[in-house]
């Protein structure tokens, strides 16, 4: 079983910047992809940014420029910088660990309890 942990929200002042963690234990992380989520209340969970077990990465375009994803596989962690952050970046914000078995045509998700990042003066 794949245990994803999320850390480092809290409360932030607009233009402010605040890094999350993600630590996926319980399996072999440098496989497996790895991507940041959030949502905000009364909205849907949106898609923030991912990076592949290579080092690959992609960014929604609301957070393009002003966040950064990245990862160390010897600590098992994932990384979100957040910069330049607004009010409308207040959500909880979700890590995701996913693994493409393509032989079997099957993903395995694996989702975080979420950590809460309010942005507010």
């Not at 849907?44 to 940014?49: D, M």
């Amino acid at each position: 079983q794949v245990h994803v942990v999320e850390s480092g929200g809290g409360l932030v002042q607009p233009g402010g910047s605040l890094s999350l963690s993600c630590t996926a234990s319980g399996t072999i992380f440098s496989i497996y992809a790895m991507a940041w989520y959030r949502q905000a209340p009364g909205k849907q969970r949106e898609f923030l940014a991912a990076i592949t077990s290579g080092g690959s990465t992609n960014y929604a375009d609301s957070v393009q420029g002003r966040f950064t994803i990245s990862r160390d596989n010897a600590k098992n962690t994932v990384y979100l910088q957040m910069n330049s952050l607004s009010p409308e970046d207040t959500a909880v914000y979700y890590c995701n660990a996913y693994y493409t078995d393509y032989v079997k045509g099957e993903r395995y998700d694996y989702w975080g309890q979420g950590t809460q990042v309010t942005v507010s003066s």
